[in-house]
């Protein structure tokens, strides 16, 4: 069974920062594109930041500057530094990848249960 989870989420002042870290668990040999998404209350989800398997990143125009995606060097990783933050970057932020197992090349995409980051102004 293959699980992203995320963490780092939590309660931060207006202009701090915060690292959200992504892992897949299980029989995994890689992720491939991966992105991370929030969802304000009564609002939809929103991509926030994405990146491909070759490196290639794309950011909302609302983070753009103050947001960073990166995978780590462990293959099953993905990251999301986060700085000067702003109330409206309140929400639940949730990772989603293509997931290759050891098992099956065929890439599938998989989300986490999602992480609440709250910023106080």
């Known amino acids: 069974q293959v699980q992203l989870v995320e963490s780092g989420g939590g309660l931060v002042q207006a202009g701090g920062s915060l690292r959200l870290s992504c892992v897949a668990s299980?029989?995994?040999?890689?992720?491939?594109?991966a992105g991370w998404y929030r969802q304000a209350p009564g609002k939809q989800r929103e991509l926030v930041a994405a990146?491909?398997?070759?490196?290639?990143?794309n950011y909302a125009d609302s983070v753009k500057g103050r947001v960073t995606i990166s995978r780590g060097n462990a293959k099953n990783t993905v990251y999301l530094q986060m700085n000067s933050l702003k109330p409206e970057d309140t929400g639940v932020y949730y990772c989603?990848?293509?997931?290759?197992?050891?098992?099956?090349?065929?890439?599938?995409?998989?989300w986490g249960q999602g992480t609440q980051v709250t910023v106080s102004s």
């Open positions: 990146i491909t398997s070759s490196g290639r990143t």
């Open positions: 989603n990848a293509d997931v290759v197992l050891v098992a099956n090349p065929t890439p599938f995409d998989c």
């Open positions: 299980g029989s995994i040999f890689s992720i491939n594109a």
